[in-house]
């Protein structure tokens, strides 16, 4: 899970460094050459993209079983005084991108969320972070 600085805008991509054997290199380098992509990244892109789609029962199913939610999932103040005055903390689940808004404190997080599992980034303030940090799991 990467954790990213409230003040920063939302992060749209996510580095990722991979190991490829030279034979796949360059024929990948050939598909480039020949403009069937753009460049590497671009490839790489592709080809992720089109095993996802090719897996989406799976994510689909899982996620469904796993409870979660997929995509953006902001929580807001308020979102959290409900949680609380409901007496039903929060169990985050994120598929994608959760974040907490910054006038949240950190005792109104820790009184809201009962966890924090999320597959992709979590934003929200730093003291916020560090009150939930025995709740937060990758």
């Given at each position: 899970m990467a954790v990213v600085d409230i003040k920063t805008k939302f992060p749209d991509t996510e580095k990722v460094?991979?190991?490829?054997?030279?034979?796949?290199?360059?024929?990948?380098?050939?598909?480039v050459g020949q403009g069937f992509y753009?460049?590497?990244?671009?490839?790489?892109?592709?080809?992720?993209r089109n095993l996802?789609?090719?897996?989406?029962?799976?994510?689909?199913?899982t996620a469904s079983r796993e409870r979660f939610v997929m995509g953006l999932q902001r929580y807001s103040r308020s979102d959290?005084?409900?949680?609380?005055?409901?007496?039903?903390?929060?169990?985050i689940h994120v598929l994608g991108l959760a974040s907490v808004d910054d006038d949240v404190t950190p005792e109104l997080a820790?009184?809201?969320?009962?966890?924090?599992?999320?597959?992709?980034?979590?934003?929200?303030?730093?003291?916020?972070?560090?009150?939930?940090?025995?709740?937060?799991?990758?």
């Open positions: 460094t991979v190991n490829i054997g030279l034979v796949d290199l360059a024929q990948m380098d050939l598909l753009t460049n590497r990244t671009d490839f790489v892109r592709t080809a992720v996802l789609r090719e897996q989406v029962a799976s994510i689909n199913q959290l005084e409900r949680a609380v005055a409901a007496g039903t903390p929060l169990e820790s009184a809201a969320i009962a966890s924090v599992r999320v597959l992709g980034a979590f934003i929200a303030p730093q003291a916020v972070k560090l009150a939930l940090a025995d709740r937060i799991h990758s």
